[in-house]
């Protein structure tokens, strides 16, 4: 028995619809990996436009949502700063304690001048990496908000966890603490 044409398409129309469901996460990364080799020959357009197909496919998948928002935030054309910050956040709803998601919401935060937005997740960045660099951006942040005891408080953090930190000691002296 012969199969009509028709049917052999459905056949395989409903053979790509299954693969597309069962090997999602696989064709998001093929995506991602297909975007860095775009990148590196110096198209960050088309690497945005495979990172962002792997996003809308894998919405959950934080290497593409980092990759989309890293690229968004070097690029800096106008409503970058908005998109990476809305790729970030989608992704860290399904992995809320990502430190490359955490800091690429807080330098799209930062771009978009939302400053206490940008504090809270470096500070959260500087607690889950143990890292001051973070803590003193979450300084920055404060200052910029207009909020000094919460810059301190910060820039504290960096030297609590390093003690040797010489930013955030030369800032804590200067603000006389």
């Not at 809305?86 to 998601?101: F, K």
């Not at 001051?132 to 200052?143: D, G, S, V």
Request: charged residues 25%.
């Amino acid at each position: 028995m012969t199969i009509s044409p028709p049917r052999r398409f459905c056949v395989a129309l409903a053979s790509l619809a299954c693969a597309a469901v069962l090997f999602r996460a696989n064709v998001a990364s093929s995506l991602v990996t297909r975007g860095d080799d775009v990148l590196r020959a110096g198209d960050a357009g088309g690497a945005i436009r495979y990172y962002g197909r792997a996003v809308r496919l894998d919405p959950n998948s934080p290497v593409a949502a980092d990759r989309l928002a890293f690229a968004l935030l070097t690029r800096r054309h106008a409503g970058d700063a908005a998109r990476a910050h809305d790729a970030a956040d989608g992704a860290l709803s399904s992995a809320p304690r990502n430190l490359t998601l955490l800091v690429d919401r807080a330098f799209a935060s930062e771009q978009l001048r939302r400053w206490r937005e940008a504090e809270r997740d470096f500070a959260a960045a500087a607690s889950l990496a143990r890292d001051p660099r973070y803590a003193h951006l979450a300084a920055q942040m404060a200052r910029h908000a207009g909020d000094r005891d919460a810059e301190r408080t910060h820039l504290k953090a960096a030297v609590a966890i390093d003690a040797t930190y010489a930013p955030a000691r030369a800032l804590l002296a200067r603000l006389g603490t």
